[in-house]
T-cell receptor, first 108, second 118 residues
């Protein structure tokens, strides 16, 4: 069974804190996406990973294929980072599955 | 990065009417487009996969006669919710996949369309 699990479900942080969101999946994948969904619903694709690590500004995404685990890190968090972060996985059978999301609130 | 647009962004309609939502890839040709729906505080659910010039592939439990998908070109896919009912009220999101290089493709998401059926 293909499963994608995210943790934590909800996260509140003080501005400036380092944040980590985790994603675990059950079987082999061809790619993993980290998405950001703003309160209005719009979705932005942050990263697509198949191995290793990617960095964009204050955001870092890592993936460990052997452990079937990925993390999204936000350094020096800011209130504008408040959003729902979603892990989406494309399994080798080409199906796309989404985690339930992590709701992040960064307090000034 | 590549841009995917959706139109309209919000629509309110009466029960029994049909609503068409457009998804366009603005600066690239998409090999495949996907349609998702999202209920409040829930994750996205894939509804169907659409390839240009061929019939859409629907996920289990999604009524193809209810949610008509037309993929007329490499830059446009439409989703028509026919005979809409209040339970169809949801947030509908499309994404477009583009082949970057051999076996490597990227997926870009539209901003979504919020449908409210009265």
């Amino acid at each position: 069974k293909n499963e994608v699990e995210q943790s934590p479900q909800n996260l509140t942080a003080q501005e400036g804190e380092f944040i980590t969101i985790n994603c675990s999946y059950s079987v082999g994948i061809s790619a993993l996406h980290w998405l950001q969904q703003h309160p209005g619903g719009g979705i932005v694709s942050l990263f697509m990973l198949s191995s290793g690590k990617k960095k964009h500004g204050r955001l870092i995404a890592t993936i460990n294929i052997q452990e079937k685990h990925s993390s999204l890190h936000i350094t020096a968090s800011h209130p504008r980072d408040s959003a729902v972060y979603i892990c989406a996985v494309r399994f080798t059978g080409n199906q796309f599955y989404f985690g339930t999301g992590t709701s992040l609130t960064v307090i000034p | 990065g590549a841009v995917v647009s959706q139109h309209p962004s919000r629509v309110i309609c009466k029960s029994g009417t049909s609503v068409k939502i457009e998804c366009r890839s603005l600066d690239f040709q998409a090999t495949t487009m996907f349609w998702y729906r999202q209920f409040p505080k829930k994750s996205l659910m894939l509804m169907a996969t659409s390839n240009e010039g061929s019939k859409a592939t629907y996920e289990q439990g999604v009524e193809k006669d209810k949610f008509l998908i037309n993929h007329a070109s490499l830059t446009l896919s439409t989703l028509t919710v026919t005979s809409a009912h209040p339970e169809d009220s949801s947030f509908y999101i499309c994404s477009a996949r583009v082949l970057i290089a051999d076996s490597y493709n990227e997926q870009f998401f539209g901003p979504g369309t919020r449908l409210t059926v009265l």
